[in-house]
């Protein structure tokens, strides 16, 4: 074993000055332990990702009789692999009719740079339409279309043509246009702060996306996967994508994502040119098999019904004249204060006291609290008490 922070600091190629630097030795359920025995209540889910807890038993056991079969045999696209066959049938189960091909990759950014290609593709359009404030993801495609300035500059050239527009402003949906190849929109927008957008919104973007020929790409990576009490966010929108992409929790802990379309769209990446999007590990047979075991999980725990009751618990609970404003959609918040110092002092004492919330990349007047959605109401109890804690001390 090596905890070594100098090994860390020095070794391993660092995102920022002030890492958070907890030594990790186990994590199981809502709970990551350190190299002091220290519990810490992971109320982020890793951003984003451990939605059903770290180490779901049932994960571990579809990792394991994977193990047993094999690891990577080929790159994507060439053998019927059962593991990510699987997925595939389980997958289009759960959505709308339209999204019934699935293509497998490595992340969230990937499954944005496949379907921002797989729209170029079918619309033979250059023109891609994107919110401010946005984050799709980090490599150059993804970077291009995401909305924060400051994080951009200093990797200019980006992608040409990129617009954007106000999140939730219907004013704003005549900026696409019969010359847009596709709109990309987070059906919630996470680190901007948790921004819920109105249903009259969405129903016209989508109308405005079918007029104009543009394709609506949904990106579901932060928000999918039963953060907002449905299994996807856009259910409770009552509309449907062209192309969804997903990644974080879908894999349960292993990395996968993907973007799902239909077959009619999809096969724009098989032909002129073949090949159109390739890559070494995308459905990769352990991760496939871990998102398997992560839906049916979801389903046979009836995760799903409880969400939206432990929001409101949550809500309830943080009850504090220094919060300014709480917004919320099923276990996904942006806890709002007066400025981004307090925030900053809050998250710290937080971790201090054995709670772990976190900043948003594009808000600093909040913090974020995205728990596993398999927590339990004492759980959330214990939890609120401590974040109280926090506040009164920061
Ligand atoms: C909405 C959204 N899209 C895309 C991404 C990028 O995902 P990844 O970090 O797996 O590339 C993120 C990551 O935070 C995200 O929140």
């Excluded at 889910?45 to 049932?58: D, L």
């Excluded at 990510?84 to 990937?110: D, H, I, M, Q, W």
């Amino acid at each position: 074993m090596d905890f070594s922070r100098e090994t860390f600091l020095n070794h391993l190629a660092q995102t920022t000055d002030t890492p958070a630097l907890i030594a990790v030795t186990y994590a199981e359920g809502i709970y990551i332990y350190d190299t002091d025995n220290k519990r810490y209540t992971d109320l982020i889910s890793g951003i984003g990702v451990t939605n059903i807890g770290h180490r779901h038993p049932a994960v571990l056991q579809a990792i394991k009789d994977q193990l047993d079969k094999h690891l990577h045999v080929m790159v994507y696209g060439e053998y019927i692999q059962s593991a990510s066959n699987l997925l595939a049938k389980k997958v289009v189960s759960l959505l709308p009719p339209r999204l019934n091909c699935c293509y497998f990759v490595n992340s969230g950014t990937e499954a944005n740079e496949g379907a921002l290609k797989l729209a170029k593709r079918f619309t033979g359009r250059h023109e891609i339409i994107s919110c401010r404030k946005s984050y799709h993801g980090s490599t150059h495609g993804s970077m291009s279309v995401s909305g924060n300035e400051v994080k951009k500059q200093a990797f200019r050239p980006l992608l040409p043509d990129v617009s954007f527009m106000d999140f939730n402003s219907i004013e704003d949906l005549s900026l696409i246009t019969d010359k847009s190849a596709c709109v990309i929109i987070e059906t919630i927008q996470g680190d901007a702060g948790v921004r819920i957008p109105s249903r009259a919104y969405m129903k016209a973007l989508r109308k405005r996306c079918d007029e104009t020929g543009a394709l609506l790409i949904l990106d579901e990576i932060q928000c999918g996967m039963g953060r907002t009490g449905t299994l996807f966010a856009f259910e409770q929108f009552d509309i449907v994508p062209d192309i969804l992409t997903v990644a974080k929790a879908f894999g349960g802990g292993l990395p996968i994502g993907a973007f799902i379309s239909d077959k009619n769209i999809m096969t724009c990446l098989t032909h002129n040119p073949m090949l159109g999007h390739i890559t070494t590990f995308g459905g990769n047979p352990v991760c496939c098999a871990s998102a398997l075991a992560t839906l049916n999980v979801i389903e046979n725990e009836k995760i799903l019904e409880q969400v939206e009751e432990k929001g409101k618990l949550f809500e309830t609970l943080l009850s504090h004249p220094k919060i300014k404003e709480v917004r919320r959609i099923g276990l996904m918040f942006a806890i709002d204060f007066e400025s981004a110092e307090i925030v900053n002092r809050i998250v710290l004492k937080a971790k201090e006291l054995g709670v772990i919330c976190y900043w948003f990349l594009s808000h600093p007047y909040s913090f974020r609290i995205a728990p596993p959605l398999t927590i339990t109401k004492k759980q959330i109890e214990e939890a609120c008490e401590t974040i109280l804690k926090a506040i009164d001390n920061a």
